[in-house]
């Protein structure tokens, strides 16, 4: 039940996204320097906080994180180009 928006540097890349526990494959254009990647929670499902676990693929590698969020707080990831 959590329903959550993912941006990308402040704008909506994902709105309003009911996770599942199937893969959600997102392609992002990054510009040169910082990046910011949010996970905004809409709502906190039926066991807060909103969690979401991100694969990031660069260049033939893989990078595995968890990112979570609740009504208060948004947790964010930046990325260097």
Do not use: C, F, Q
Not at 27 to 55: C, D, F
Request: aromatic fraction near 4%.
């Amino acid at each position: 039940g959590d329903i959550v928006s993912i941006l990308l540097n402040g704008e909506p890349v994902l709105k309003e996204y009911l996770l599942t526990n199937s893969i959600k494959m997102i392609e992002l254009n990054l510009k040169k320097g910082s990046n910011i990647i949010t996970l905004y929670a809409h709502n906190l499902g039926k066991e807060p906080p909103n969690t979401a676990r991100m694969r990031i693929a660069v260049g033939g590698r893989d990078y595995k994180l968890n990112l979570s969020s609740d009504l208060v707080k948004s947790e964010s990831i930046e990325l260097i180009w």
